[in-house]
């Protein structure tokens, strides 16, 4: 017997990373979350291509409708490939059916000119319409005035920030810099090292497997007055797997916490993304409605399911696009991603 929810929402996303996964090994092996940026992500994002980050998108898109994800808030960066890359983002998930809200992550690592045209990118994306955030990469790389004119044009536009916080021990000053401009609407995203006391406005979004894949320390989300939200940082759009692993971090943090608390942040992302909660996503099991019964029943996947009312997943199976053929288009850009690399 198989039970529905609502479509379910990846409250932060690296849709790009798509293409990482058998990415040639970085020059040296890191040893702290700063090189893994330095040899791996930064690496990565100064390598790709507009038509690398469609099927990146394509994929993604794909994988996260076979996991009853219907909505995602994603976070980019491509700094060689800047202009028009949100509207390739947003095209590719349109074309799978999948709900998106982009941002550019805005960013002083590649220069002021590099941070004007990030700027530019969030600027020109939202004016012409699409559903967006103004991104920011981090507070510890970028300078006080790209913060302020990102805060400033998300103030003008109308929209939130999008920005990683305190995510590593570089960013620890990241609520000092941040707070005085932060909005409800922000999306904080990690937090790991965000001081219980902080002052800093916003949805923390919470992203379990990334943090412990990184190893930069377990951010205890119930520690903050603010919302709270999941996301997968990059590592997929299987948010019921997401939402296992926040329900097992958090009882090793205090055994008397209970799946519901991990199944209320999952819920948040509704709160973001609204339309996501009028999706329908049919699902192989039938007890997805009770926390307590889904923090321990492996292999639940997606049956069917209907974004605004049109099918997008019959059968467990894409209706939109061959996902065969995008698996294998996506496979070809990453092969010519590692031989940049």
């Given at each position: 017997m198989a039970s529905t929810t609502p479509g379910l929402v990846n409250s932060h996303h690296h849709l790009y990373s798509a293409l990482a996964r058998g990415m040639p090994a970085p020059p040296?092996?890191?040893?702290?979350?700063?090189?893994?940026?330095?040899?791996?992500?930064?690496?990565?994002?100064?390598?790709?291509?507009?038509?690398?980050?469609?099927w990146a998108a394509m994929l993604g898109a794909v994988e996260a409708l076979e996991s009853g994800c219907t909505a995602i808030?994603?976070?980019?960066?491509?700094?060689?490939?800047?202009?028009?890359?949100?509207?390739?983002?947003?095209?590719?998930c349109a074309e799978v059916g999948v709900r998106i809200v982009a941002s550019y992550g805005v960013t002083d690592?590649?220069?002021?000119?590099?941070?004007?045209?990030?700027?530019?990118?969030?600027?020109?994306?939202?004016?012409s319409g699409g559903r967006g955030l103004v991104g920011i990469h981090a507070a510890f790389t970028c300078t006080d005035p790209t913060l302020r004119a990102a805060a400033e044009l998300a103030a003008e536009l109308d929209v939130g920030v999008h920005v990683h916080v305190a995510e590593g021990?570089?960013?620890?000053?990241?609520?000092?810099?941040l707070e005085s401009m932060s909005r409800d609407n922000w999306l904080l995203v990690?937090?790991?090292?965000?001081?219980?006391?902080?002052?800093?406005r916003g949805t923390i979004v919470h992203n379990p497997r990334s943090n412990m894949n990184n190893a930069?320390?377990?951010?205890?989300?119930?520690?903050?007055?603010?919302?709270?939200?999941?996301?997968?940082?990059?590592?997929?759009?299987?948010?019921?797997?997401?939402?296992q692993v926040a329900y097992a971090r958090l009882r090793e943090?205090?055994?008397?916490?209970?799946?519901?608390?991990?199944?209320?942040?999952?819920?948040h992302g509704w709160a973001l993304v609204p339309e996501a909660a009028n999706d329908v996503v049919t699902w192989s099991y039938d007890g997805v409605d009770d926390p307590w019964r889904l923090a321990f029943t492996p292999?639940?996947?997606?049956?069917?399911?209907?974004?605004?009312?049109?099918?997008?997943?019959?059968?467990?199976?894409?209706?939109?696009?061959?996902?065969?053929?995008?698996?294998?288009?996506?496979?070809?850009?990453?092969?010519?991603?590692?031989?940049?690399?």
């Amino acid at each position: 017997m198989a039970s529905t929810t609502p479509g379910l929402v990846n409250s932060h996303h690296h849709l790009y990373s798509a293409l990482a996964r058998g990415m040639p090994a970085p020059p040296h092996s890191p040893t702290n979350f700063r090189e893994i940026l330095e040899q791996i992500w930064w690496r990565l994002d100064t390598a790709l291509d507009l038509e690398m980050l469609h099927w990146a998108a394509m994929l993604g898109a794909v994988e996260a409708l076979e996991s009853g994800c219907t909505a995602i808030v994603d976070h980019h960066e491509s700094p060689n490939a800047i202009e028009g890359s949100l509207d390739v983002i947003a095209n590719a998930c349109a074309e799978v059916g999948v709900r998106i809200v982009a941002s550019y992550g805005v960013t002083d690592r590649h220069g002021p000119d590099g941070a004007r045209r990030g700027l530019e990118e969030n600027e020109r994306f939202i004016r012409s319409g699409g559903r967006g955030l103004v991104g920011i990469h981090a507070a510890f790389t970028c300078t006080d005035p790209t913060l302020r004119a990102a805060a400033e044009l998300a103030a003008e536009l109308d929209v939130g920030v999008h920005v990683h916080v305190a995510e590593g021990v570089d960013d620890i000053d990241a609520s000092t810099r941040l707070e005085s401009m932060s909005r409800d609407n922000w999306l904080l995203v990690h937090c790991v090292h965000l001081s219980n006391d902080a002052a800093i406005r916003g949805t923390i979004v919470h992203n379990p497997r990334s943090n412990m894949n990184n190893a930069v320390g377990y951010a205890a989300p119930t520690r903050f007055a603010n919302p709270v939200a999941l996301g997968s940082d990059g590592i997929g759009s299987a948010m019921l797997d997401e939402f296992q692993v926040a329900y097992a971090r958090l009882r090793e943090h205090s055994v008397t916490e209970t799946p519901t608390t991990a199944w209320s942040w999952l819920e948040h992302g509704w709160a973001l993304v609204p339309e996501a909660a009028n999706d329908v996503v049919t699902w192989s099991y039938d007890g997805v409605d009770d926390p307590w019964r889904l923090a321990f029943t492996p292999g639940v996947r997606a049956v069917d399911v209907d974004v605004d009312g049109a099918p997008v997943v019959r059968n467990g199976t894409p209706t939109r696009v061959d996902a065969h053929e995008v698996r294998a288009k996506a496979a070809e850009q990453a092969s010519r991603l590692f031989a940049t690399l």
